[in-house]
């Protein structure tokens, strides 16, 4: 079955370093999305992507944060200045469509760790 | 934000009785409502959904059951297995919108 990709599993940083987290969706899939899970937190969305722009995001999305698609494959979501809160495990999902009756299929996450 | 809510952190049950995960929301515009299960450093992974028109959902020995007047929606497992020993998540989305709301999730434990 097709899965969508994430590297690296683990990611350690210095606070104020940049972090590219990386994922490859399923490739039929028009719709990606980051979604993070602080420890002990509920799965919290952070943005959706579609048609190389994006589509929606949430407060914790701020002016830090960016998604690029940059070839065919990948999708990439950037932090520029890392802060210790952003410690958490992200995950990349992709879906065909979106909306109404469309599930959402995840990858395996990114633990973020800053130090 | 507690727009989804799962209120039980935990729940375990014994090999072969049937598991209930429960979950509450408080918008009622949601209109889809889907269950996730998760296992340790994975992803969550699909389970089960159920649209907001309807009030049942089956699916093997998985049944979600939706209450809209109670805004209450709830995950049936039976005969539960260990395998079914995951963290359950219960999400929701709005129509016309792109992201799932998710509740807090409930670590179902299952003894053999």
């Known amino acids: 079955e097709p899965e969508v990709t994430q590297t690296p599993s683990h990611q350690v940083t210095q606070m104020g370093q940049e972090v590219i987290l990386r994922c490859v969706p399923i490739?039929?899939?028009?719709?990606f999305y980051w979604y993070r899970q602080i420890l002990g937190q509920k799965v919290e969305f952070l943005v959706s992507?579609?048609?190389?722009?994006?589509?929606?995001k949430s407060e914790i999305f701020d002016d830090q944060f960016s998604v690029e698609r940059p070839d065919g494959s990948n999708f990439t979501l950037k932090i520029r200045s890392t802060k210790l809160e952003d410690s958490a495990m992200y995950f990349c999902?992709?879906?065909?469509?979106?909306?109404?009756?469309?599930?959402?299929?995840f990858g395996s996450g990114t633990q973020l760790s800053v130090l | 934000d507690q727009q989804v809510k799962q209120n039980s952190p935990s729940l375990s049950v014994q090999e072969g009785r049937i598991s209930i995960l429960n979950c509450d929301y408080t918008?009622?515009?949601?209109?889809?409502f889907l269950w996730y299960k998760k296992y340790p450093a994975e992803g969550p992974t699909f389970l089960i959904s159920?649209?907001?028109?309807?009030d049942k959902n089956e699916d093997g020995r998985f049944t979600v059951f939706l209450n809209k007047s109670a805004k209450h929606l709830s995950l049936h497992i039976v005969p539960s297995q260990p395998g079914d020993s995951a963290v359950y998540f219960c999400?929701?989305?709005?129509?016309?919108?792109?992201?799932?709301?998710f509740g807090q999730g409930t670590r179902l434990t299952i003894n053999p």
């Open positions: 999400a929701a989305s709005l129509q016309g919108a792109q992201k799932l709301v």
């Open positions: 992507f579609y048609n190389n722009e994006i589509s929606e």
């Open positions: 918008n009622s515009m949601f209109d889809y």
């Open positions: 159920i649209s907001s028109i309807k």
């Open positions: 999902a992709s879906s065909i469509l979106t909306g109404t009756n469309e599930k959402l299929f």
């Open positions: 490739s039929n899939h028009l719709y």
